[in-house]
């Protein structure tokens, strides 16, 4: 934003600059030129009165002051007669035929001609004036001088430098302002904006300050600031009340659930079904308090890690799942753990969830006779683990959804719809991620990376 705010100004400066410069230059250009030619045709009038006399009736002449002239001036001088023959040319002999130059026709004629015209000789463009010799209506011949313009084009030309010496002083110093200005800007709106991203991946603990800034920046950052407040107290509040209600709804769940299993024993066989059903939902109910518990604490956990040894924790958790896994005839295979120690760095207790979770997702949806595949790949940074099941897997869809709270692809089979947003808080809260996609098998892989202890 910095770089746009100063491309602006410097367009503006430079477009500014230009109306103001290219005007000026070129009446200056004009105003040289002119000047130029205005001496050259006074000089010639000059000249002219001096060798009137001397065309009229044919008296006596000297070249002096023509050579003295064009000495000092740097130009050349030719008097013709009435016939366009030279008397006087301070560069070469006289008496050359300029009837047949369309500056001394004119002149001849009774106008003043000026204008350029291209010298062969010089191989240069030349300047030149011719004005007639003339009295009392009376034309006796005709004065030209011609003069190289160089001089002139190049204080022009200096001129010029001198005003693009001047607009890149111009811009330099709007480069300079601009870019403390610009900066004054942008800084509270690239401020707000981390904030933002800040606040997008859950972190509302931010107090933008910029300092001195326009008002309506200033205003923008009080109004962020307050909006960062107002929803770090709601989702404090929001998370204390799972939290505390998940606390207490553990004991009376779990006092309902004794009644329950007391009650079981003594019901007739007609009511039977019916406790036991209760029981049932009563079992996930406790499930749900005690994974939305986890969550809550996941949420609020301090960011301490501590290093844990991956090839232990997988083997144990899954010899701890082996005996579930046989009461459904499906075995549980880990892979990678036999190489020694593979330490990581993970928030206390999550690993053990994480792949409680996702050994409990595998077995639920894989076969009778299938093996769920555990595998540990370890790294130089990162760490990774896959679980993998032998169930049917999962639509795109389904898979864009899984880690959402309460979401179940199979309504139908026993769940809470929280093992997966659990195991991706952990995941990230430990400074890694979690992920899903479809085996090479078809079947469902669940991956987390977690950072190298």
């Known amino acids: 934003m910095t770089r746009r705010l100063l491309f602006s100004y410097l367009t503006v400066t430079l477009f500014v600059l230009i109306v103001l410069e290219v005007p000026i230059a070129a009446l200056v250009a004009d105003r040289q030129r002119r000047e130029l030619v205005t001496g050259l045709e006074r000089d010639a009038l000059i000249l002219a009165t001096l060798y009137e006399d001397a065309l009229d009736r044919n008296a006596p002449y000297s070249p002096t002051p023509a050579l003295e002239y064009a000495d000092e001036s740097g130009t050349r001088v030719v008097v013709v007669d009435t016939g366009g023959r030279s008397i006087i040319d301070t560069v070469r002999n006289v008496n050359d035929d300029f009837s047949n130059r369309e500056e001394v026709a004119r002149a001849l004629s009774g106008e003043i001609a000026s204008g350029r015209r291209r010298s062969n000789d010089l191989d240069?463009?030349?300047?030149?004036?011719?004005?007639?010799?003339?009295?009392g209506g009376q034309i006796f011949g005709a004065v030209r001088i011609t003069a190289d313009p160089a001089d002139v084009e190049a204080t022009i030309h200096r001129f010029w430098w001198t005003l693009a010496g001047v607009a890149l002083v111009v811009l330099a110093a709007m480069a300079m302002v601009g870019s403390v200005v610009a900066r004054s800007i942008a800084r509270p709106i690239l401020a707000v904006r981390d904030a933002a991203v800040r606040a997008g991946e859950g972190d509302f603990d931010v107090d933008i300050e910029v300092g001195d800034a326009p008002p309506e920046l200033s205003e923008l950052v009080e109004r962020f600031n307050e909006m960062a407040r107002r929803l770090r107290d709601l989702i404090g509040r929001q998370r204390a009340f799972v939290g505390d209600a998940s606390h207490q709804l553990r004991t009376p769940l779990t006092g309902l659930r004794l009644r329950l299993e007391n009650l079981e024993d003594t019901v007739d066989e007609a009511s039977l079904p019916e406790v036991q059903g209760a029981l049932t939902e009563v079992e996930r109910l406790g499930r749900?308090?005690?994974?939305?518990?986890?969550l809550a604490r996941a949420?609020?956990?301090?960011?301490?890690?501590?290093?844990?040894?991956?090839?232990?924790?997988?083997?144990?958790?899954?010899?701890?799942?082996?005996?579930?896994?046989?009461?459904?005839?499906?075995?549980?295979?880990?892979?990678g753990t036999g190489n020694g120690p593979v330490l990581a760095s993970a928030m206390p207790g999550s690993v053990d969830q994480i792949l409680d979770n996702l050994i409990d997702n595998a077995l639920s949806v894989s076969p009778e006779g299938s093996t769920v595949e555990v595998r540990l790949e370890p790294g130089q940074v990162y760490h990774t683990v896959r679980v993998i099941d032998s169930g049917p897997g999962m639509s795109p869809e389904d898979l864009e959804r899984a880690f959402d709270r309460f979401w179940r692809s199979d309504t139908t089979r026993a769940g809470t719809g929280l093992g997966l947003a659990i195991v991706r808080q952990l995941t990230e809260a430990s400074g890694g991620n979690a992920q899903l996609r479809r085996a090479e098998t078809g079947s469902l892989e669940a991956s987390i990376t977690i950072p190298a202890g």
Do not use: K, M, N, Y
Not at 289 to 294: G, M, R, Y
């Open 288 to 294: 749900l308090v005690s994974q939305l518990l986890v």
């Open 124 to 135: 240069r463009d030349l300047l030149f004036v011719a004005v007639p010799v003339a009295s």
């Open 299 to 335: 949420e609020d956990a301090p960011a301490v890690p501590e290093v844990v040894d991956l090839a232990e924790r997988v083997t144990e958790r899954c010899e701890l799942w082996t005996a579930v896994g046989a009461e459904r005839s499906i075995s549980i295979r880990s892979d």
